[in-house]
């Protein structure tokens, strides 16, 4: 909310942004990281979602527009830097659990115990990168913190990781600083977590789990690599609960969902790295933040026409609000995952279908009524505002014509704009016929992928490493 | 000579850190150099930017209040350490997150969460129990109406008076009796001293550097005592609207607190002369405590609390020719009418602007008190405390 304002008073423009009341605190943060802590705001009381108008304008003119003549004509005064430890600087010596009281006291853990990140381990991690540790990644909001090797390495050690794994997190904060991804937006109240799909020899190399259980924790470097995402949006991006994370809810962090490519290479079909551009035999992560997931379970049929029914009503059932991100909010943006077991793609594969045909079905079932669709976008939620109808989309070009084949409120529409917006992978336990499935945050954390740049000396270091 | 062992204290950072993320003490470390002033704090700023510090040393209690008065975060008094342990206590008293915000403390703006408020009640040596009265007291003092600008840079000497009404008086220990104004009673003493070092760590009214106050007053260590409950009239928050079960914390602008030795007429007469320009150009609200003696006396002879009021709002009087020669009548951007057209007038603009409250001894020769207001706009702010969670 707080980035448009900034923008405009980069380009000379004065500004106020209007914050709900339950949102200062953000504000504040979210300015700073900006780099315009004194960016005027001007408080409504309350939150105007569950306002009537009267109470609304009640409140603006009662209280908010005040600060709004504040904020447009009284000069801002400057603040300076807040002061931070130098890189690689010792901020506490004690013993382990002295040094996680420390770490969690200040709010640099995530509440489990974490691995104390000492010089020589950090540095254990950095054998594993060619890059020097000071190296840039990007900057990351709302703290407007520099991502560096070196952070990534000390959040590493934090979260549990090997020293191995941290090609994976080089890889991962490249995608996390990756403006299309959209880090900025991680603390918004709907608190979608991100999922990390992880493709490439690396699954096998580090032993990532990718058969029965992909999803559960108990697998070192699923576990660790994807508590470690948490820590860095923590420590590095600055996202902490109470403060500029504002999920209503939230939820606990994914582990990595590696993909079964031995079934996939058997099928024939392409990975989530391939779909997304990444060389073969290369590895790769995806980042994705989802709002939430379900499973499908025992999808039953040994036919396309039986199964795919299924699978698309658990897309259609579980994209509901996140329709705003397929058109309304951004146009074409959503990008729920299905995840299917090995046995469900293989038995769809025997049919003759390859993944895209897969998309293509899943497309053409996963529909709802279009009066569900507009009432998602402007009545249900105030996500889009002025009560956007489909044909109109249509009409102004911003969505395919399969939106508006008739203006019958009752006609099928589908989630979203186009097939291959369904990702498809494969993982989980082979022989079970369930699926996943994943509603998508669109925009807010949009599908990125970065590959896993790995060491010279990477096989020496690698053999290194499994002797200890 | 044996080795000493060394101990750790984990205390809670006390001071205080804008909504925007900056330490207000950057701030406070350039203006205490402007005003030469650092000699009081050498250490002013320099200290670990987290919410929680170790401290290790031989006697680290020693060490902490070595280091806090170094940093500039105490009253000059010794404080209890902030420990982790001692802050949790006090949280535990009150319904509210730890992180909860109560807003920012002006001029500086540190933002007052429950938890920081609760670090400055620990070092200003608050029972767990005290601490829902510290949050209502904090709560009153941010609101708009109480200036907190303005009190903490004005070039005059006002503190914060706290009055605590209602049943948790009691039962803290809360002195509404004898010496209700001096040493002696810790609730009295740390409760007042707890909402001091919050505008000291948290707004950073650090004298010299961003208060003004020519003198200060003794005030400004505490001030903060209870209304006896046996006075003849309906006590403070029973007259403002509470129910009797109810407890309240109010609070005023005191410019300082003026003992009265008498009745009423000495009451006026002091009032009169001790009339504040500022009172009577901002219609401040100013509050009286009447002894027990006087008060039951005057409540025999029929009056009630607001014949009080009418009858010092009467005779409080200052001669208009006087004021004339006032320095405040040669600055002041308005000057009101009703100065210039009577021989005579009414130090305190309505009877309605006088508190009368009933504390002290129970004593034949009477000790009373006049508490001037300094600033605008009219305060008396109250607010309910919720009771202790156990």
Not at chain 1, 291 to 305: I, N, Q
Not at chain 1, 428 to 436: E, F
Not at chain 2, 236 to 249: A, F
Not at chain 2, 270 to 286: D, E, K, N, W
């Amino acid at each position: 909310m707080l980035r448009a304002s900034a923008a405009a008073e980069e380009a000379g423009v004065p500004s106020v942004s209007l914050t709900c009341e339950g949102f200062i605190g953000q504000a504040a943060t979210t300015a700073t990281g900006l780099g315009l802590p004194n960016l005027p705001v001007a408080v409504v009381p309350g939150h105007v979602d569950v306002q009537t108008v009267e109470e609304l304008r009640a409140n603006v003119l009662g209280f908010t527009v005040d600060a709004v003549i504040q904020g447009l004509t009284v000069a801002q005064e400057q603040a300076s830097e807040s002061v931070e430890p130098e890189p690689g600087a010792v901020v506490f010596e004690g013993s382990v659990d002295e040094i996680n009281r420390f770490f969690y006291e200040n709010g640099w853990s995530d509440g489990l115990p974490i691995v104390p990140p000492t010089a020589a381990r950090v540095d254990e991690f950095l054998k594993f990168t060619d890059r020097a540790p000071d190296e840039e990644l990007g900057v990351l909001l709302p703290d407007k913190r520099s991502a560096t090797v070196r952070n990534v390495a000390i959040n590493g050690v934090m979260a549990g990781c090997r020293p191995e794994y941290m090609p994976i997190l080089v890889a991962l904060i490249e995608a996390m600083a990756d403006p299309a991804y959209g880090v900025e937006h991680s603390g918004n109240t709907p608190g979608a977590e991100t999922l990390i799909i992880l493709n490439g020899p690396l699954i096998r190399q580090l032993g990532f789990n990718y058969q029965q259980g992909a999803l559960r924790d108990g697998f070192m470097a699923n576990t660790s690599i994807g508590r470690f995402w948490r820590l860095y949006l923590r420590n590095v991006a600055g996202f902490l609960p109470h403060k500029t994370d504002k999920g209503t809810f939230g939820n606990t962090w994914r582990v990595v969902l590696a993909e079964n490519e031995d079934a996939l290479a058997k099928m024939s079909w392409t990975t989530i790295a391939a779909d997304q551009g990444i060389a073969a035999g290369e590895s790769a992560v995806t980042i994705s933040r989802f709002t939430g997931g379900t499973v499908l379970a025992s999808v039953f049929g040994s036919k396309p026409e039986q199964m795919i029914p299924y699978l698309a009503d658990g897309i259609a059932r579980l994209v509901a609000w996140e329709v705003i991100f397929t058109l309304g909010m951004a146009d074409g943006a959503q990008k729920p995952l299905l995840v299917l077991s090995p046995i469900l793609a293989q038995t769809l594969a025997r049919a003759g279908l390859t993944k895209q045909d897969v998309q293509r079905q899943l497309f053409e079932h996963a529909r709802i009524p279009a009066w569900k669709f507009e009432r998602y976008l402007g009545e249900w939620t105030n996500l889009s505002p002025g009560h956007p109808r489909l044909v109109d989309f249509v009409k102004s070009k911003r969505a395919p014509a399969v939106f508006a084949e008739s203006d019958d409120p009752n006609r099928l529409v589908p989630v979203v704009c186009k097939p291959d917006d369904i990702m498809v992978a494969v993982s989980g336990d082979p022989l079970r016929t369930n699926a996943y499935v994943f509603a998508h945050n669109g925009i807010l954390g949009f599908p990125t992928t970065k590959p896993v740049r790995l060491p010279g000396a990477w096989r020496r270091l690698l053999a290194e490493a499994a002797g200890r | 000579m044996g080795r000493q062992e060394v101990d750790a204290l984990w205390i809670v950072i006390p001071t205080g850190q804008r909504a925007s993320g900056e330490w207000i003490d950057d701030t406070l470390r350039r203006r205490a150099e402007e005003a030469g002033l650092l000699a009081r704090t050498p250490e002013a700023g320099r200290f670990p930017r987290q919410r929680v510090e170790v401290i290790r040393a031989v006697d680290p209690f020693a060490e902490v209040n070595e280091r806090f008065e170094a940093r500039g975060w105490t009253d000059g008094l010794p404080v209890v350490p902030p420990t982790l342990a001692r802050v949790q206590a006090l949280c535990a008293t009150t319904a509210r997150m730890p992180s909860d915000e109560l807003g920012e403390v002006d001029p500086l703006r540190g933002v007052a969460t429950v938890e920081k408020i609760a670090a400055n009640a620990v070092m200003a040596g608050c029972r767990p129990e005290y601490f829902p009265v510290v949050l209502a007291a904090v709560e009153a003092l941010l609101d708009p109406a109480f200036n907190m600008r303005g009190v903490q840079t004005t070039d005059e000497n006002v503190a914060p008076l706290l009055v605590v009404n209602g049943p948790i008086a009691a039962r803290l220990g809360i002195n509404a009796g004898f010496g209700a104004l001096g040493p002696g009673w810790r609730a009295n003493a740390a409760i007042g001293r707890a909402v001091r070092l919050v505008m000291l760590n948290l707004g950073g009214g650090w004298p010299g550097a961003v208060s003004l106050a020519g003198l200060g007053q003794p005030g400004r260590y505490s001030l903060c005592l209870a209304e006896r409950d046996d006075s003849p009239w309906p006590p403070l928050h029973v007259e403002l609207g509470y129910r009797p079960d109810q407890s309240t914390v109010t609070v005023w602008r005191a410019e300082t607190a003026i003992n009265v030795t008498g009745g009423l007429a000495e009451l006026a007469s002091v009032m009169g002369s001790a009339a504040s320009a500022f009172t009577m150009l901002y219609t401040g609200r100013v509050a009286v405590i009447v002894a027990p003696f006087v008060a039951r006396k005057l409540a025999k002879d029929g009056w009630s609390k607001d014949d009080v009021k009418r009858h010092l709002h009467a005779q409080a009087r200052v001669s208009v020719s006087a004021m004339r020669e006032w320095w405040l009548r040669a600055t002041a951007r308005e000057w009101p009418a009703r100065f210039e057209t009577q021989d005579h007038v009414s130090a305190i603009a309505s009877p309605d602007d006088i508190t009368v409250l009933v504390a002290g001894a129970d004593l034949a020769i009477p000790q009373l008190a006049y508490f001037p207001s300094w600033g605008f706009p009219p305060c008396r702010i109250t607010r309910e405390i919720a009771a202790p969670l156990d």
